[in-house]
């Protein structure tokens, strides 16, 4: 009994730290938890998002036209108590204006794969996570660009748990660097979650996405910062099986997107 009370309360915690996606802008992150030896997670889902305006280099903001849907599954597996795993394939289809009015489409599949280790859990959770990701049709931070590179990405992760009134809550803070190749600038991503266990069956969540570019780009990219915030729930429908929903929207950023989306998941725990 103590084992499977053990198994639900660390499942109610992984789907918490979980995201859709990418953020996708980038696959969805498990938090800095990992998985117990043997176990398995899989969350699949889907994200649209639009934008009818960018933001310029100043901050202001000019029309644009940006549509993408993004169909992702993040798989994860515990090798040992410490050592989790990583699998995220991910498709992606967008439309995009081109300077010169014309629609730009590109669609595409991408594969992400890594491991996450378990530094200490002494104060918290601190873990560091490696990963690649294969070249993708485009950006999928800021544009439809076609020249969008694989991806090599180093990142530090924290986890704690805490009371609120008498509820369980959760805070996660990830800040990595990303290498990219191709013309897009390298990025350094800083993601914060926060949330709180308000039953058994339901979870309140609200995050904060961001991607600071540093100036080492080509042409047509600059040096872009892109901040999304996100509103989510998780529903436990039955044992393991549970149910992501959330809406997200860039409230300011720079060389970006005026971005709004919603995402729906389903995850699974074993």
Known sequence: MRKEVRRFRIAEQFLAASILLALHSSPAAAGAW???????????????????????????TVPTYY????LQSYGEHGITDDLTLVLAPEYA??????????????????LLG???????????????QGSYKTAGAF???????????????????YGANFKLFGRDGYFDAEIAERWIEGA???????????GLHWSEKLTFMAQSFNIIAG?????????YRSHKIEFATLQRLWNGV???????????????LVERGVDASIWVYF
């Open 34 to 60: 990992t998985l117990p030896a043997g176990d398995t997670q899989i969350i699949s889902g889907a994200i649209y998002s639009s934008a009818a305006e960018s933001f310029d280099d100043a901050g202001g």
């Open 67 to 70: 549509r993408k849907l993004l």
């Open 93 to 110: 289809i967008a439309d995009e204006a081109a300077p010169n009015g014309k629609i730009i489409h590109a669609d595409d599949f991408a």
């Open 114 to 128: 890594g491991v996450r280790y378990r530094l200490t859990d002494a104060f918290g959770i601190l873990s560091v």
């Open 139 to 157: 950006d999928m931070s800021v544009s439809a660009n076609q020249d969008s590179g694989s991806e090599i990405e180093l990142r530090l992760l």
């Open 184 to 194: 897009r600038p390298n990025e350094t991503p800083i993601d914060l979650t926060l």
């Open 215 to 223: 100036g080492d780009s080509k042409p047509p990219y600059t040096f």
């Open 242 to 256: 549970y149910l992501e929903s959330g809406a997200y929207f860039s409230p300011f950023g720079q060389n970006a």
